[in-house]
């Protein structure tokens, strides 16, 4: 179990220092967990287990977009932890439960209990359909059309720095909708 | 958008780099300072004995006391814009201004009194301190909660309740250079009022706007 701290650790560190490949490996890597855990909180809220979905979405976005509030020098997994309880305490609040979620939810997952399907999540593509036109044509062409950063630009006659300004927008946004909505 | 297509586009906007929440609070701390000050100068204003009053330790203590107010604040604040951090172990700062008061409260009673208690504890200005302190840091609390909503706080209400006793804090080191009141007995209870008010608003507008 340290092992794989460790190793998301030093993940996480060579992804904030711009390594795209590294920081891909980690969400691969910290998924099955995030996803193992939000069926173990929905179970225990008397929810069905289909929804963890949209839960381990929206703390992938979470931990995206509040990457910087981790300090480079403390292990990766508390913080990641603290997120994905917040944001699965959000979501089971939603749905009307309320339930006390363990922290322990997390970290006791074992590797050999996790399902490694990929699955897909009705709520971000809803909310995905109520962006603005250009930000969700970037980031369609990225995520559905596997289109690299300098394809999109390419596709859709823009600079590549715009096509960087709407991807980050678009997600932000999409965010912001997952949470109020 | 199945998760690893959403993993994906995470990774492709790994280049993207926020700026730390402390130098967002701080910006956002710089751009309400004005409002706040536009508010003293249109208002209020330096009491015009403040050369003499300075000789006073009793005016230069209520500095100290909103200062060790506005500063730990700010401190814990941005701590607490961390997702796995608690309030446990950094709370005792916040003992730091109740301390001090404790302190300058109990060498006024040994003093001979300038003045009875009553007068002391009422002053002149009460009722201008809880408007104008909380009036004061209002923009002060804009600011740090557009800054800290960069952060990631765990307790959003407890998040904003921070930003209220620091933009508090700040807004009564500059109310404390106008007032003539300078017993610690008029501070320990105007001024806390006055904070616990900006506090309270801190929290109910933390609880929606820090969330993350």
Request: proline content about 6%; aromatic content about 6%; hydrophobic content about 50%.
């Amino acid at each position: 179990m340290r092992g794989r701290e460790d190793e998301w650790t030093d993940l996480m560190r060579s992804a904030m220092a711009g390594d795209d490949a590294a920081y891909h490996r980690l969400l691969k890597a910290v998924t099955p967990v995030l996803r193992a855990a939000a069926r173990r909180g929905l179970a225990r809220a008397g929810q069905p287990p289909d929804q963890a979905e949209d839960i381990v979405q929206e703390i992938l976005l979470a931990v995206h977009l509040k990457r910087h509030t981790w300090d480079s020098e403390a292990p990766f997994a508390p913080w990641l932890f603290a997120i994905a309880r917040n944001k699965l305490i959000d979501a089971l609040r939603r749905r009307g439960r309320r339930v006390f979620v363990n922290i322990d939810d997390f970290a006791e997952t074992l590797p050999g209990e996790t399902p490694q399907e990929t699955a897909s999540a009705g709520e971000v593509t809803a909310q995905l359909n109520t962006l603005p036109q250009r930000q969700r044509d970037v980031l369609q062409s990225i995520a559905v059309d596997s289109a690299s950063i300098k394809d999109t630009a390419t596709k859709f006659a823009m600079s590549e720095g715009a096509v960087r300004v709407a991807l980050h927008r678009g997600l932000a946004a999409l965010t912001a909708k997952l949470r109020d909505h | 958008m199945d998760t690893d297509q959403l993993i994906r586009t995470l990774a492709a906007d790994n280049a993207h780099r926020a700026p730390r929440v402390g130098a967002l609070l701080t910006t956002g701390l710089l751009v309400a300072a004005p409002f706040s000050i536009l508010i003293f100068a249109t208002f209020l204003g330096v009491r015009p004995d403040v050369m003499t009053a300075m000789h006073n330790p009793f005016f230069d203590t209520k500095f100290a006391v909103t200062l060790s107010l506005a500063i730990p604040a700010i401190i814990i604040s941005l701590h607490l814009s961390r997702p796995e951090a608690l309030m446990r172990g950094w709370g005792w700062l916040l003992l730091l201004p109740v301390g001090l008061l404790a302190v300058a409260i109990g060498s006024e009673a040994m003093m001979a009194p300038a003045m009875p208690m009553t007068m002391r504890l009422v002053g002149k200005n009460s009722r201008w301190c809880m408007l104008a302190i909380p009036a004061m840091s209002l923009p002060l609390l804009a600011g740090a909660l557009f800054g800290l909503r960069h952060g990631a706080p765990s307790r959003p209400a407890q998040a904003g309740a921070l930003a209220g006793l620091l933009s508090a804090g700040l807004a009564a080191t500059l109310y404390a250079s106008h007032c003539t009141d300078d017993s610690p007995l008029f501070v320990a209870t105007w001024y806390t009022i006055a904070t616990a008010i900006v506090t309270a608003i801190g929290a109910a507008v933390g609880s929606r706007v820090l969330k993350y």
